[in-house]
């Protein structure tokens, strides 16, 4: 029933429904993705009274895999978990790459899933499977509950937030006819709803008191930043004086002592032989030289962690996990051996990304002292703007259009290494499904991202500051947006933010011709059942789902198409050269 001061309908569905989701806006649920069903119906008509009165913001997906994916976009950016409701059976299922996802990356997320009574459990009944259970080890907190079993929804919501901190959480709720009555008019309780999350905001923000590890700072050491580091890297890496090789989505690719080649040094004697302890920070995922290296014997290797979580990234098996560090003396940056250490590794480094980049193909601006070097000049301006795009050229190019109120999130594909080899340190907030590294979701991943980021005057996390709304670029291959085409689907009445989706377009899964396989398997299974070649009219596509769309297939094209940016979402071809 619902509890005291909350409007009664007389239906246990829906009152169970009102209990639970208006405690969870007290918690501070900001954001609920809802795909219709009948069995969800009554949480779903809650939810669209909470969106009224302006206590929450709604999505409605018809596809659940794209609502997991939505909701785990909003809390990269927002920090906080999105609900997704979704009725009984098949639509369960379709939440589990999101929920795998979000578990091993530790983003959190509350999932409710509507579901049969027990008298109509197991004997075959319509859309009806076993949903207890259904996630596994992939959620911090399950439980199955009857809406009329009299259960505390104030606290069952309390449970599911407090769970939702490192991962998923699913409550599964049997519910029974009649599923739904008329939802009563919530608005008196705006109000009260709000001033209660301000309580629990700041109640939540009090920082955990951590065990520091003390640090010697004389080993020859690197401090390694995989995906949602965070800038804490980038600190100690400073103070330390030591390299720092930060992935593209670890949020601490910046600062004096970066390592953009690092792949190339660690493979070189010079440089990653002389290696003795490695520092890790975020989970690493993008390269075979970073677990390399902590597989080592001779490297001490110390995994900074602090989620509490029983499992932390350990390749080698034999890591030293602690929940944050510190140094045992100040490190004077213009000792000689400290020096010399991080100096090679960052101006090798640079030497490297420099030879690697394409020449130019045009004089330099400078010698343009007469008519016939101008004329020089220009001509190769515009022979370099009629260029063909490559891998490295669009890495290159997204990277530097986007600036610290911009979002940029990342597809699993060969794109998001070329940008990890290439582009150099720049303090802006990249995202990547790197839990588990899936092409799954990418596109519904970087809307919620970009949601996330304008909602509410886009309000800073927790803080209540807020702060510029910038563009959200996606880049990603083609198949990677064709696995996720159904994301693109735009609901009517909700609004959209800004936002660049960018598909590399080389026909198919090129990634794989790295891999051994591509000098062992025969040249036409491979490209069958590996590559996967694909020709899709994206512009027709675009066209279907009410999206822009512009072609970018020379250098000129690419810039013009990134800095146009609009209200209206844009899709962005880029054939590669």
Same mark, same amino acid.
């Given at each position: ?45 809650? @939810? ?19 609502? /997991?994916?939505? *909701? ?39 999932? &409710? ?43 069952? @919501? ?66 390694? @930043? ?72 001779? &490297? ?88 063909? =795009? ?6 290159? @190019? ?42 799954? /979701? ?48 735009? *609901? ?8 660049? =989706? ?39 596509? *675009? ?17 013009? *198409? ?16």
């Amino acid at each position: 029933m619902a509890e005291a001061g909350t409007p009664h309908t007389d239906n246990r569905a829906t009152d169970f429904s009102i209990d639970l989701l208006t405690a969870l806006v007290r918690w501070g649920v900001r954001h609920l993705v809802v795909s219709p069903g009948s069995r969800s119906q009554a949480l779903a008509l809650v @939810a669209a009274e909470l969106e009224r009165i302006g206590a929450i913001e709604l999505h409605v997906r018809i596809d659940e895999r794209a609502g /997991g994916f939505l *909701a785990l976009g909003l809390a990269l950016e927002s920090g906080a978990p999105a609900v997704v409701v979704t009725t009984s059976g098949t639509a369960v299922a379709n939440l589990h790459p999101a929920v795998l996802e979000a578990h091993e990356a530790r983003v959190p997320m509350i999932v &409710v899933t509507a579901d049969r009574p027990a008298e109509l459990r197991g004997i075959r009944s319509n859309q009806t499977t076993t949903q207890t259970g259904v996630f596994g080890a992939a959620v911090e907190f399950a439980q199955d509950v009857d809406a009329d079993s009299g259960t505390d929804a104030a606290a069952l @919501a309390a449970s599911l937030w407090e769970a939702a901190a490192h991962g998923p959480a699913h409550l599964n709720l049997a519910l029974r006819d009649p599923l739904s009555a008329p939802v009563p008019d919530l608005s008196g309780f705006v109000d009260q709803i709000r001033a209660a999350t301000v309580d629990v905001g700041i109640a939540a923000a009090k920082p955990r008191q951590l065990s520091p590890e003390i640090l010697d700072p004389g080993p020859r050491t690197v401090v390694i @930043a995989g995906d949602k580091a965070g800038p804490a890297a980038e600190e100690l890496a400073r103070a330390g004086g030591w390299p720092l090789l930060a992935e593209a989505s670890s949020g601490a690719r910046f600062g004096p002592n970066l390592v953009v080649a690092y792949r190339a040094l660690l493979n070189d004697a010079d440089f990653g032989g002389l290696v003795q302890r490695a520092i890790v920070f975020g989970h690493p995922t993008l390269s075979r030289e970073i677990p390399a290296l902590l597989m080592r014997p001779d &490297v001490e290797a110390i995994v900074v962690d602090d989620s509490g979580m029983p499992d932390f990234y350990d390749p080698g098996h034999d890591a030293r996990r602690v929940e944050a560090v510190e140094l045992e003396a100040s490190v004077d940056p213009n000792d000689p051996e400290t020096r010399n250490w991080t100096g090679r590794w960052v101006f090798t480094s640079r030497r490297i990304v420099d030879l690697a980049a394409q020449p130019a193909a045009h004089v330099e601006s400078e010698d343009i002292s007469d008519n016939a070097a101008r004329a020089a000049y220009l001509r190769g301006e515009l022979a370099a703007t009629r260029e063909p =795009v490559t891998r490295r050229m669009l890495a290159d @190019a997204v990277w530097r259009f986007t600036w610290p109120r911009d979002r940029l999130v990342l597809g699993a594909s060969r794109l998001i290494r070329e940008l990890d080899t290439a582009v150099t340190g720049k303090k802006i907030t990249v995202y990547a499904n790197r839990g588990l590294g899936g092409i799954d /979701g990418t596109v519904a991943t970087g809307i919620g991202v970009a949601l996330a980021a304008t909602a509410g005057s886009a309000e800073e996390p927790r803080s209540g500051v807020s702060k510029p709304a910038g563009v959200t670029r996606v880049l990603l291959g083609d198949l990677t947006l064709l696995h996720d085409a159904g994301a693109l689907l735009r *609901a009517p009445g909700e609004r959209m933010p800004p936002l660049q =989706v960018i598909v590399g377009n080389d026909r198919g899964g090129t990634i794989f011709e790295g891999l051994e396989v591509a000098a062992s398997a025969a040249p036409a299974a491979f490209e069958r059942v590996q590559l996967t070649p694909r020709d899709v009219d994206l512009a027709a596509l *675009a066209q279907a789902y009410g999206w822009q769309y512009r072609r970018a297939a020379t250098r000129g094209e690419l810039d013009q *198409a990134l800095s146009a940016v609009t209200p209206e979402p844009t899709l962005i071809e880029v054939p590669l050269a």
